[in-house]
């Protein structure tokens, strides 16, 4: 049997991932989470084969979650199930360990092939965002990266320092340097163009 943990925040969708699971005869759904910490702890005390995640989800993302597992040297393998085809959100995505990244609108039968395909130690990505991934590549690094997400969420300067325990100054070059970057003329505009490549 593979053991699976599945991690969504909308409960009609893991509800119906999960019935979907159950009824292949090879998988087993051990856990369920509706947000990355919860995932996180679960995976820990489940110990799955596989996890499947949204990215979007509060408290820790999918991709966070993802690398939190990976640093955590945890075994189980990781396939993003997620309604966005961003090529920086793959790109992300596969840096941070995962094995499959599948779209919501993709057959349901695709899912548990996906799932047996990862568990041998293959590979299950939507085809049509694989070449585009290359294409582009994300700007940003890390602490840029949680800082315009942060700075997109509304928070100040100063809530923003307080919050990564950071000079003001110092998210205040963060923001710069990643505005200058995307060649936006805001931090607000930065955001919403790094949100709509999966940079964020």
């Known amino acids: 049997m593979i053991r699976v943990l ?3 925040d909308q409960t009609m969708i893991l509800g119906a991932l999960a019935a979907m699971l159950d009824m292949e005869d090879d998988i087993e759904v051990v856990g369920r989470a509706a947000n990355g910490k919860d995932a996180l702890q679960l995976a820990l005390d489940t110990q799955p084969d596989v996890v499947v995640t949204d990215i979007e989800m509060p408290g820790m993302t999918g991709l966070e979650f993802a690398t939190a597992l990976k640093e955590r040297q945890h075994p189980a393998r990781i ?12 790109r992300r995505a596969l840096s941070a360990g995962v094995r499959g990244y599948l779209l919501k609108d993709a057959p349901a039968n695709q899912l548990a092939e996906a799932i047996r395909n990862v568990q041998r130690g293959g590979k299950a990505i939507a085809p049509e965002l694989a070449a585009e991934a290359w294409d582009t590549e994300d700007p940003l690094n890390d602490r840029e990266r949680q800082v315009l997400r942060l700075a997109g969420e509304g928070l100040t300067s100063g809530e923003i320092a307080k919050q990564l325990f950071l ?7 963060y923001l710069s340097e990643a505005i200058g970057k995307l060649g ?6 930065a955001a919403r163009i790094a949100r709509q490549k999966g940079w964020l």
Do not use: D, H, K, M
Not at 79 to 90: D, M
Not at 184 to 189: I, K, L, T
């Open 6 to 8: 599945i991690a969504e």
């Open 79 to 90: 396939i993003i199930v997620t309604t966005f085809a961003r090529p920086g959100y793959l």
């Open 167 to 173: 000079s003001e100054g110092t998210v205040r070059n």
């Open 184 to 189: 936006a003329s805001n931090r607000v505009e």
